[in-house]
T-cell receptor, first 113, second 113 residues
Framework: DAMVIQNPRYQVTQFGKPVTLSCSQTLNHNVMYWYQQKSSQAPKLLFHYYDKDFNNEADTPDNFQSRRPNTSFCFLDIRSPGLGDAAMYLC????????????FGPGTRLTVT | GDSVTQMEGPVTLSEEACLTINCTYTATGYPSLFWYVQYPGEGLQLLLKATKADDKGSNKGFEATYRKETTSFHLEKGSVQVSDSAVYFCALGIIQGAQKLVFGQGTRLTINP
């Protein structure tokens, strides 16, 4: 089945230690998104790639970076995680159609100790 | 700016009760509207969508109608099941290059047997 895969599902990192989260897709969609979802809150868009074109949200901290080496993979890098970065990180994809429906992965829950 | 306001939760119902979760939106232009569901520890799944005024989205017994005159997209189900227990997010989709989703705050639904 075509899908959005996130690895790992659970990640523990230390305060200030760089961490990378991974997302892959078999849908061949040209748009990939990263969202941050803190406990009991709505997902918040961090940035998205439209093909190789990177689009950062205005309020996304510089501590968060992303890479998309090819259509299938997208990475979220947190350069110096703080305690406030503990959250669920959701990857989503969409194709440029009339509805732009987004397909979400299962998420990676990040704990910062 | 664009925003979504959802009925606050948590909502607790008995099995086979009727469900309505209210959702209203503010948007410039003509957004698409979505309901996503999130089960514990998982990512978001698209439940239903509507792309223009008066469209009705439906899936798994859930329905919602895009009402432009009242800027609403209320989620309804005639008879809920224990397995419907989850968090429900209303969202609007706006096109800025790619689609961006603006989420409501989510409504936690618990169905008791």
């Amino acid at each position: 089945d075509a899908m959005v895969i996130q690895n790992p599902r659970y990640q523990v990192t230390q305060f200030g230690k760089p961490v990378t989260l991974s997302c892959s897709q078999t849908l061949n969609h040209n748009v990939m998104y990263w969202y941050q979802q803190k406990s009991s809150q709505a997902p918040k868009l961090l940035f998205h790639y439209y093909d190789k074109d990177f689009n950062n949200e205005a309020d996304t901290p510089d501590n968060f970076q992303s890479r998309r080496p090819n259509t299938s993979f997208c990475f979220l890098d947190i350069r110096s995680p703080g305690l406030g970065d503990a959250a669920m990180y959701l990857c989503a994809t969409s194709e440029r159609t009339s509805s732009y429906e987004q397909y979400f992965g299962p998420g990676t829950r990040l704990t910062v100790t | 700016g664009d925003s979504v306001t959802q009925m606050e939760g948590p909502v607790t119902l008995s099995e086979e009760a009727c469900l309505t979760i209210n959702c209203t939106y503010t948007a410039t232009g003509y957004p698409s509207l979505f309901w996503y569901v999130q089960y514990p520890g998982e990512g978001l799944q698209l439940l239903l969508k509507a792309t223009k005024a008066d469209d009705k989205g439906s899936n798994k017994g859930f329905e919602a109608t895009y009402r432009k005159e009242t800027t609403s997209f209320h989620l309804e189900k005639g008879s809920v099941q224990v397995s419907d227990s989850a968090v429900y997010f209303c969202a609007l989709g706006i096109i800025q290059g790619a689609q961006k989703l603006v989420f409501g705050q989510g409504t936690r639904l618990t169905i008791n047997p």
